[in-house]
């Protein structure tokens, strides 16, 4: 190139100067600053978060073991009646145990993810903020006020349970009983975080869009609308 030749300026040395390779280094920092805001807004900031969060993956662990639970109990009795001609009680006993307190603690976990059937009809009235505020909090104080009838009167229920025993297992049928109120009452606190959370979002924003073990990330789930 003679040195009468211009220098590449303008907007072709800027279009060059821009399909320059960039370094690892710079790649690794650009991916961080982009992922920054996603984890800020997912990892717990408080102790409270930290404890409902901490709860939410015993319930879920919780949910799988006693998943498996039941169907091993049901394919053992479907094994030992087809195959063995064995009476085994005990089984029809422990999947019964493991489906209620499966039931509850699922009931708690759809609490705190909004996945209960929904209304959403109100999304269409234009009657402002305060309306769907006073929308959301009636319904909270229902679910709140049926799941503290549900742990009043299922303690109260534990008295002439734990006094009946189960033949098969030969252990009280308080065990079975108690997963109403003990289900009951993380729903409550689920419910009351939920409510907390939907009130203070923003209007883009999914509040309740918790992590789900062995769940993909890319995985879409649609919550269940009327």
Known sequence: MSSDTPPLTGA???SIAK???IDA?????????????VAQATTPRNPVDKALKALDLLLQVAAVILLGMVTFSVSWQVIARYVTSVSTPW???????????LAMFAIALGVRRGRHMVLD????????RWLTVLIDTVAALIVAGVLLALVWFGFEALGPAFRRTMPGLGISYGFLALAVPVGSIFAL?????AWWRVQRAKPDEDPLA?????????TVIIKGEI
């Open 12 to 14: 072709i040395g800027t």
């Open 19 to 21: 399909e320059r390779p």
């Open 25 to 37: 280094d710079t790649q690794i920092g650009r991916a961080r600053e982009a992922d920054a805001p």
């Open 91 to 101: 089984t029809v006993e422990l999947a019964s145990i493991s489906f209620v307190w």
């Open 121 to 128: 009809i109100w999304e269409y009235i234009r009657g402002g």
């Open 189 to 193: 606190i689920f419910a009351i975080e």
């Open 210 to 218: 918790f992590p789900v073990i062995f769940q993909p990330a890319d």
